[in-house]
């Protein structure tokens, strides 16, 4: 099993729909917990924190269960411009180490 | 702050050959990482450094080394280039062990040939 799993997609959303992203993580030890954006051709971006109790960033809004080892991310609205690949990102770190794992991505295509 | 930059952006090998990965930071983050990404195998972690003076292997690190002799510079060597090392290499910093997102630089795309 992979560490972190996500959508396989792609996902092909007219604008103004919602969508949803999925992921999982396999280790229950993992500490921190982003999305990411990756427009074709460029480097990942980091589009938001998870937190426990839920975070929204505009159109945003990310979700952690810890006790899934799930999370997922809502965009509501969707604009053109949202078209990218979306990166689940879990993060375990210690005194000496930090280990960073990326799911394998989940494309989002906004139709006009 | 230019964040973190990395050069060259492009470069064609032929097999054999050997070259360097530059990869700078000026925020003061002490943890630095190199990734490449190949289709449909998403981001794969080659080495990562927790501060200076400090390297340790990722998934994949045959082929590549790594020194970090200052907080700043995390260089990336590919000893005898292969056309399995064909890809797009980005480099990551973030603070001290942590919570913190890393923030990536632009990446550097290798043809080997």
């Known amino acids: 099993r992979k560490e972190v799993e996500q959508d396989p997609g792609p996902f092909n959303v007219p604008e103004g729909a919602t969508v949803a992203f999925n992921c999982t993580y396999s280790?229950?030890?993992?500490?921190?917990f982003f999305w990411y954006r990756q427009d074709c051709r460029k480097e990942p971006k980091l589009l938001m924190s998870v937190y426990s109790s839920g975070n929204e960033d505009g159109r945003f809004t990310a979700q952690l269960n810890r006790a899934s080892q799930y999370i997922s991310l809502l965009i509501r609205d969707s604009k053109l411009s949202d078209s990218a690949t979306y990166l689940c990102v879990v993060k375990d770190f210690g005194p000496s180490y930090d280990k960073v794992i990326f799911g394998p991505g989940t494309s989002l295509s906004v139709i006009p | 702050n230019a964040g973190v930059t990395q050069t060259p952006k492009f470069q064609v090998l032929k097999t054999g050959q050997s070259m360097t990965l530059q990869c700078a930071q000026d925020m003061n983050h002490e943890y630095m990482s190199w990734y490449r990404q190949d289709p449909g195998m998403g981001l794969r972690l080659i080495h990562y450094s927790v501060g200076a003076g400090i390297t340790d292997q990722g998934e994949v690190p045959n082929g590549y080394n790594v020194s970090r002799s200052t907080t700043e510079d995390f260089p990336l060597r590919l000893l005898s280039a292969a056309p399995s090392q064909t890809s797009v290499y980005f480099c990551a910093s973030s603070y001290g062990n942590g919570g913190e997102a890393p923030y990536f630089g632009p990446g550097t795309r290798l043809l080997v040939l």
């Open positions: 280790n229950s030890a993992s500490q921190s």
